[in-house]
């Protein structure tokens, strides 16, 4: 399970900006608002067996650090929409949105395809990868619109803690082939 900081380190900061500089201003035409940045931090010595995902990461433009002992960071940005409440995050394979509602559901879509998959008994809805961030971000206000127009109310908290719950969710109720 992964540690996830907010990125202070002005160092970092500028690296992360310039990495998703073209996806952040696409999600702020969009209505998204700038969040923060986020260092997902694996375990000890992660970096080395881990090393295949340090490669695949480097060539997919991922913002790595190594911090002591050999531990793997990711570097992402994180950004947030109003109406409907969701957050997105931006990493090297595309754009990841999450928007959560009360009862515990979890709707995420992506311009990625993943290989994470929910667990049958998971309260995660995944949509199918779309092939653009904007088609992504229609699928996903859609399926949002549906799912509030029924018995479900999404959680309008939208911050880095929030993030931060539904990553765990995410990664505790998923399966990887």
Not at 76 to 81: E, G, I, S
Not at 91 to 120: E, I, V
Request: hydrophobic letters at 45%; proline letters at 6%; glycine letters at 6%.
């Amino acid at each position: 399970m992964a540690d996830y900081q907010q990125i202070v380190d002005p160092r970092l900061l500028a690296r992360v900006a310039e990495c998703y500089q073209a996806e952040t201003d696409e999600l702020q035409r969009m209505g998204f608002r700038y969040l923060g940045d986020c260092l997902e931090i694996m375990g000890p010595y992660s970096a080395v067996y881990l090393f295949l995902v340090v490669l695949l990461a480097h060539r997919k433009r991922e913002v790595l650090t190594f911090p002591s002992p050999l531990r793997l960071a990711v570097g992402n940005r994180l950004l947030a929409h109003a109406d409907p409440p969701c957050i997105a995050l931006t990493m090297g394979m595309g754009t990841k949105l999450y928007t959560g509602f009360d009862d515990g559901t979890l709707l995420l879509s992506s311009d990625f395809a993943s290989m994470a998959k929910p667990r049958p008994e998971s309260p995660i809805l995944r949509l199918a990868p779309a092939p653009t961030l904007a088609k992504a971000w229609r699928a996903h206000l859609r399926q949002a619109e549906l799912l509030a127009a029924g018995s479900k109310r999404w959680i309008t908290e939208m911050t880095f803690e929030m993030y931060v719950r539904w990553s765990t969710v995410e990664e505790d109720l998923s399966q990887y082939y």
